[in-house]
């Protein structure tokens, strides 16, 4: 089991910018694969943004291009989000995802291992 606690939602006004963060314990931190995925209700989960494992190479999901950044701090066994100019259609539950097994891309539900117990964002018009 790899522990994974999310934190930094809650109510947020149009326009700001939230910061999550997600921390684990796990000594082999460095060696996963990360992900953030929202899921708003009503829909599927969705892979938002992930992050290799040494931090170089990032995804971003097309539709939030320009407004999110992932990061990752392997001293600190964690990874953050960042999500700029809210919008109200950002609001969700937002999820840490860990990918323990081997392979270097991956943005499904299906290619994570381990997840938090999520971290809910509403945003405010």
């Known amino acids: 089991q790899v522990p994974l606690v999310e934190s930094g939602g809650g109510l947020a006004q149009a326009g700001d910018s939230v910061r999550l963060t997600c921390l684990t314990t796990?000594?082999?931190?460095?060696?996963?694969?990360m992900a953030w995925f929202r899921r708003v209700p009503g829909t599927e989960r969705e892979c938002v943004a992930a992050?290799?494992?040494?931090?170089?190479?990032?995804y971003v999901a097309d539709s939030l291009k320009g407004r999110i950044t992932i990061s990752r701090d392997n001293a600190k066994k964690s990874v953050m989000l960042q999500l700029d100019s809210l919008r109200p259609e950002d609001a969700g539950d937002y999820y840490c995802?860990?990918?323990?097994?081997?392979?270097?891309?991956?943005?499904?539900?299906?290619?994570?291992?381990?997840w938090g117990p999520g971290t809910q964002v509403t945003v405010s018009s």
């Open positions: 995802a860990a990918r323990v097994r081997s392979g270097s891309y991956a943005s499904s539900p299906d290619d994570f291992d381990y």
């Open positions: 992050i290799s494992r040494g931090g170089s190479a990032t």
């Open positions: 796990d000594a082999k931190f460095s060696t996963y694969l």
